[in-house]
């Protein structure tokens, strides 16, 4: 009997704790994800593109999400440019919200991949988990940048 609870109370433990990288509300608003995104370097250690991971095109850059609504990308010598915005959706019952970032970057191709509309799973201060369902085939794309 005293294992069971110590079982249970593990288990319990484990579903309802919080991580500490991923401990803001998705759903909490477009003014504190700008201020949390807009604070410091990102790296991007996640790019699942439907069918692969591109993680490894992205390795070393430092991304920089400014408040003027640009991205800075360095690696080296290396600079890409790009903006972001962000919407939030809400429901037409106004009872759900989602939270949108939208990255864009013109070239070069790679980091073309990253432009979409990217909605916000789950979001931190030191991690943003980011999904993208496509319109046209049904694919899934994972985005996660980290600290």
């Not at 990255?103 to 991690?127: H, M």
């Amino acid at each position: 009997m005293i294992k069971l609870c110590y079982s249970s109370l593990a288990l319990c433990v484990l579903l309802f704790s919080c991580s500490p990288d991923l401990d803001i509300d998705p759903n909490s608003g477009s003014d504190s994800f700008s201020q949390m995104v807009s604070g410091g370097d990102w790296q991007l250690t996640y790019f699942w593109d439907s069918e692969k991971d591109e993680s490894g095109h992205f390795r070393g850059y430092s991304f920089q999400f400014l408040s003027d609504h640009s991205i800075i990308a360095v690696k080296g010598t290396s600079k890409v440019n790009g903006h972001w915005t962000l919407v939030e959706d809400h429901s037409s019952d106004d009872s759900s919200r989602h939270l949108h970032f939208k990255i864009i970057f013109t070239a070069p191709p790679d980091f073309e991949e990253l432009s979409e509309d990217w909605q916000v799973l789950r979001q931190g201060v030191n991690k943003i988990e980011l999904i993208h369902v496509s319109g046209g085939n049904g694919g899934i794309d994972y985005l996660t940048f980290e600290r």
